[in-house]
């Protein structure tokens, strides 16, 4: 066994239990609704940007930001091929709109916050800080610039809007590259460290969240749809597999980046999703089903993935 896999395995069997205590918790009414809605709010707007803005800051130095530039253009590549991908799985199982607008959500919009760096972070450290804030700025631009119109449902016409792009997620990588180019020396700062301490809540709080919408959206609603299941394979399985034939056989990136850039994209759809196909009147309960199944499938699919790579 590689020492990726075992830690891989190490960081599954941790959030394997993180999420089943979170489900038993909502079950036993030990959180309300409203609770486990404000626990989202502390997580995407303190911990989860605390997490990013000191694992940026406190990573490399500035002449590393040339080596991110290559790895943000294959993430665009490799997003833009999983939408097109996704609108063709949808013609071929037969979807159409609004249900064909959620499978492309469900099939090409990762979880990269929620799990994917948190998940990342324990295994490499403050190494990974840099391909942490190169995904997550594509992905950010996926949810909130692209996703509104994928969920688009109406016929009129479809507005871009930049300004969703500006959020407490992105506005704390921006710092933490700005700390980096500057050379600022924040790690003797007592402020730094508490920083950091908040920043690593996020993986525990993070995978409870997760557990609890789980309960309280309830799991019958995953088996709803047989579609489901391919939109699931192609986000877990085939696009991460795809993404390493195009960039890792061909050496656009190698070694601990690779490792990463794979498992950020098997990484299963993100809890925004089903609140994006709502907005845009897309079908909401397949969206919502989709992330559920796709985040339970993940606990055994990435460790599949990291294996099935190592045969290439």
């Excluded at 995407?44 to 500035?62: Q, V």
């Excluded at 909130?144 to 990588?173: E, N, Q, Y």
Aim: charged fraction near 10%.
């Amino acid at each position: 066994m590689t020492p990726e896999m075992a830690a891989l395995l190490t960081q599954i069997k941790m959030l394997a239990s993180l999420l089943v205590i979170g489900f038993a918790s909502q079950r036993l009414r030990l959180m309300k609704d409203g609770a486990i809605n404000e626990l989202s709010t502390l997580l995407t707007h303190l911990i989860l940007p605390c997490m990013l803005l000191t694992l940026i800051g406190g990573s490399g130095d500035r002449s590393d930001l040339i080596t991110i530039l290559p790895y943000v253009l294959c993430c665009i590549v490799l997003c833009i091929i999983n939408v097109t991908l996704g609108y063709g799985s949808a013609k071929l199982t037969g979807l159409t709109s609004p249900t064909k607008n959620a499978h492309v959500m469900v099939a090409a919009f990762g979880n990269g916050g929620f799990i994917g760096v948190p998940m990342i972070t324990a295994m490499f450290g403050s190494e990974a800080g840099l391909w942490a804030a190169a995904y997550l700025i594509v992905e950010s631009s996926m949810y909130w610039i692209f996703g509104p119109l994928i969920a688009d449902c109406s016929d009129g016409p479809k507005k871009i809007s930049f300004r969703r792009l500006v959020t407490p997620l992105t506005i704390a990588i921006f710092l933490g590259l700005c700390i980096l180019v500057l050379s600022l020396p924040v790690k003797d700062f007592v402020f730094w460290t508490t920083l950091e301490s908040v920043g690593g809540c996020a993986k525990y709080l993070a995978a409870l969240y997760i557990g609890m919408d789980l309960g309280r959206k309830g799991l019958k609603k995953m088996f709803s749809r047989w579609q489901l299941l391919v939109g699931c394979a192609l986000k877990l399985i085939a696009f991460p597999i795809l993404g390493y034939l195009i960039f890792g056989k061909t050496g656009l990136i190698t070694g601990q980046a690779l490792t990463i850039f794979v498992l950020l994209y098997a990484t299963p759809t993100g809890m925004a999703v089903p609140i994006l196909a709502k907005e845009g009147k897309a079908d909401d309960d397949y969206a919502t089903a989709g992330t559920m199944l796709a985040t339970i499938l993940c606990l055994g699919t990435m460790p599949l993935v990291l294996w099935l790579i190592s045969l290439f």
